[in-house]
């Protein structure tokens, strides 16, 4: 007699782009692993979703499509996923996605965490599994955020928008030619006593334009001239309440 399949949805999620080639987390091991688990369990997996997001954002393009588009029982049965934390790391939003292919039917169904379904027990292990994700989670920010200001407090980029004037590079501010000439002009054209509406319409004038393409406004002077103590060489990233020494080459003396 033959076996009887369901239908289900295979669904993917992986961080980055470089995680897509990734052994353990990439799309192919988690893809090997939801069609051996849905044969298992007598389910034929008849249509793929992948994103290439983060756990924590909700908005998804693939998920998107699995909770608010056109897909229902029937056809789908379930959707299997290779773990809990590839729908979420945030317990709040995998419970919402949860409850929301409940209520469609839809069975949600991991090939690493298995307990009985409805089961009070199971409810428990669930969102045990995804407080520990959460968990895990922040403790990553806490250490990347801890590691930023040890380097910060060293003088090294830490991360963010590259200051006018400069450009990241293998982890380090490099002076960027173009955008520092004008860095030198505006303070130059400080020490003559030029406002900050003369020298945006100097570099107007004579065809200078933004990192973003656009024309100077004095707002974009005083960005630059309130940022002095960093192109003399100084550091300071966040909260950090003082500057100090940085690491990368000074603009002006």
Not at 77 to 86: P, Q, T
Not at 104 to 113: A, D, R, V
Request: charged share 30%; proline share 2%; hydrophobic share 35%.
């Amino acid at each position: 007699m033959l076996k009887e399949y369901k239908n289900a949805i295979g669904y993917i999620r992986v961080s980055t782009k470089e995680q897509a080639s990734d052994d353990k987390f990439g799309i192919s091991a988690q893809k090997q692993a939801i069609l051996m688990f849905a044969n298992e369990n007598g389910y034929n997996i008849v249509d793929w979703k992948i994103d290439e997001v983060s756990g924590t954002q909700d908005d998804r393009t693939a998920l998107n499509e699995i909770l608010y588009g056109d897909v229902t029982n029937p056809p789908y049965e379930a959707v299997i996923i290779f773990k809990n934390d590839r729908l979420a790391r945030d317990t709040k939003l995998y419970f919402y996605y949860f409850y929301t292919l409940e209520k469609k039917n839809i069975k949600l169904l991991s090939t690493e965490e298995k307990f009985a379904e409805g089961d009070d027990i199971a409810n428990i292990y669930k969102a045990l599994l995804q407080f520990v994700a959460e968990q895990e989670r922040k403790n990553i920010a806490l250490r990347t955020s801890k590691g930023r200001s040890i380097k910060a407090s060293c003088g090294g980029y830490s991360g963010g928008r590259s200051p006018y004037g400069y450009k990241v590079q293998n982890g380090r501010l490099i002076i960027n030619e173009n955008e520092a000439n004008i860095v030198r002009k505006v303070f130059e054209f400080q020490e003559q006593g030029k406002t900050l509406q003369d020298t945006a319409d100097w570099f107007n004038d004579n065809g200078y334009i933004t990192r973003s393409g656009k024309k100077f406004y004095p707002s974009h002077i005083k960005s630059i001239r309130d940022n002095k103590p960093l192109y003399m060489g100084m550091y300071k990233y966040g909260k950090m309440t003082d500057w100090v020494k940085g690491v990368h080459e000074p603009l002006i003396k």
